[in-house]
């Protein structure tokens, strides 16, 4: 099959999708891609276009959500999240890794598992966010912190899991990523506040959109690149690289132009998710299976809960914010990359399990929350 033909059939499929998500059975069009990818992975060991495409969507996706925060916004925010964001490592990874020894894992299997069961998902929780509209709501702003918390904190755990499970360990590893993570951030800075901002006048005189959007995503994806490069995400390069255009006054241009862009490339990611979820007609670990897809819930609502409120926000907004944080995702599925055997399989079923629940809980999480907040106020009454 050619490649014109291969990316046509993808795209018609993914249409198809979509529809079928949206007016017919009512469930988000993500869940749909990643059911579709699976059901491909059948018939397709990998395929580098889809993965391409998905990371073009995934770069613009984080590169837009950046560009709604200014360095100094950044990094007063970043004094609030911090420590919902340790709350969310020791029960994400510590807890975890303890309840999975307790079921008879071993003591890096279970810090495998702790892993897998941290990161929420950034491209599903980002992409949800806009698709509800809730974007502007007053929890998305920490939610979005907690995700980029994550993103910094996960490449860290990749290596050290890496290192425990065979290839190595070295202090000099580990400061390295810090140091890595610092420079990118301090070049981002750099460049809104002495770059971008000086050459403006030059940036609002490109009236074709055609060679104004070549601009753009040469930034985001060039800076992505260089943070998969340094052998971090590209999330955090993408999101860097629209903090670096946030100041600017032609903020509405830039969304206009890279919109359609990354709603075209986007669902090739979840697609591409899909085909790397690995499924088996056994259910290994079934009772740890079903433990850790309850604790993964409650870790993630008490993260909500108690760090949106040490963040500033009003207890019900933080709640709001718990009960959507709750869907695991790209990280996961990297991080069981490194599982063999059952844990492989364990992994899979699990990643796919708590993506499809987290999902359907955001949809619900405005409505489940009003509902609470009003029944503690009757029982308060």
Excluded at 218 to 243: D, K, N, P, Q, R
Aim: aromatic fraction near 10%.
């Amino acid at each position: 099959m050619n490649l014109t033909l291969a990316i046509g059939l993808f795209l018609l499929a993914l249409f198809i999708a979509g529809i079928i998500g949206n007016k017919v059975i009512k469930i988000p069009d993500i869940l749909l891609y990643i059911l579709l990818g699976i059901i491909l992975s059948r018939f397709l060991d990998e395929s580098k276009v889809i993965e391409v495409a998905g990371e073009i969507g995934l770069v613009l996706l984080f590169f837009l959500l950046g560009k709604k925060f200014s360095a100094d916004k950044l990094l007063s925010n970043s004094k609030k999240v911090w420590k919902g964001g340790i709350l969310d490592v020791i029960l994400g990874i510590v807890i975890t890794a303890g309840i999975s020894y307790l079921f008879g894992l071993k003591m890096v299997e279970s810090l495998i598992v702790g892993g897998i069961v941290y990161a929420t998902s950034s491209s599903i929780t980002a992409k949800l966010l806009e698709d509800k509209n809730r974007t502007e709501d007053k929890e998305s702003d920490f939610m979005l912190l907690i995700l980029i918390f994550e993103d910094l904190i996960a490449p860290i755990l990749v290596t050290v899991l890496i290192g425990l499970s065979g290839d190595g360990l070295t202090a000099k590893d580990f400061f390295f990523i810090i140091f890595k993570i610092a420079l990118l951030a301090g070049i981002a800075i750099f460049f809104s506040k002495f770059v971008f901002t000086k050459i403006e006048p030059i940036l609002k005189e490109i009236r074709q959109d055609d060679v104004f959007i070549v601009m753009i995503a040469g930034i985001a994806l060039t800076y992505g690149g260089i943070a998969v490069m340094l052998g971090l995400s590209e999330v955090i390069g993408a999101f860097l690289a629209g903090m670096m255009l946030s100041e600017l006054s032609i903020k509405d241009k830039i969304e206009k132009v890279a919109l359609p862009v990354r709603n075209i490339f986007l669902p090739f990611f979840f697609l591409n998710f899909g085909l790397h979820i690995e499924l088996t007609n056994e259910i290994p670990y079934a009772g740890l299976l079903i433990v850790l897809l309850i604790w993964s819930l409650i870790h993630k609502l008490l993260v909500g809960y108690f760090g949106g409120q040490w963040y500033g926000l009003p207890r019900r907004y933080s709640l709001k914010a718990g009960l959507s944080l709750t869907q695991r995702g790209e990280f996961s599925v990297i991080i069981a990359g490194i599982a063999t055997g059952e844990l492989k399989t364990f992994a899979s079923l699990y990643i796919l399990a708590i993506a499809i629940i987290g999902t359907i809980l955001f949809q619900f999480a405005p409505r489940l929350n009003k509902l609470i907040v009003e029944k503690v106020k009757e029982k308060q009454a």
